[in-house]
């Protein structure tokens, strides 16, 4: 999970990669093998950013983008786990409901 310091770092390389990656979709653009080698490349520079900051070697960089942890709610008091929005009334987990817990941060911020 990344915090909002990391997540920063993260969005910038993903942001970044998404500008590269456009032109590079657009159909018009060059040859498909191109095109695919053009972006996995960039692929990999977000997946090397990502395992500079956390560690781990991340392969499938959409899956970086639910790796925020501001995206999560509150961990659960009962089994430990993250609400999985900071909206979700319930634990996903062990279905604990969110009003039983004991901290009640707002969730502004
Ligand atoms: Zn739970």
Not at 7 to 17: N, P
Not at 56 to 62: F, P, V, W
Request: overall charge negative; charged content about 30%; some cysteine.
């Amino acid at each position: 999970m990344l915090d909002e310091q990391e997540w920063e770092r993260m969005a910038s390389a993903l942001s970044d990669f998404e500008q590269k990656v456009k032109p590079i979709k657009h159909p018009a653009a060059c040859d498909h093998a191109e095109a695919q080698r053009l972006v996995g490349e960039l692929e990999r520079e977000v997946s090397d950013r990502y395992f500079e900051i956390t560690g781990y070697r991340e392969t499938n960089i959409h899956a970086i983008r639910h790796h925020r942890l501001a995206d999560f709610g509150p961990e659960c008091s009962r089994c430990g786990h993250l609400f999985r929005t900071p909206q979700a009334g319930f634990c996903a987990n062990c279905g604990l409901k969110k009003n039983l817990t004991t901290d009640s941060a707002d969730g502004h911020g």
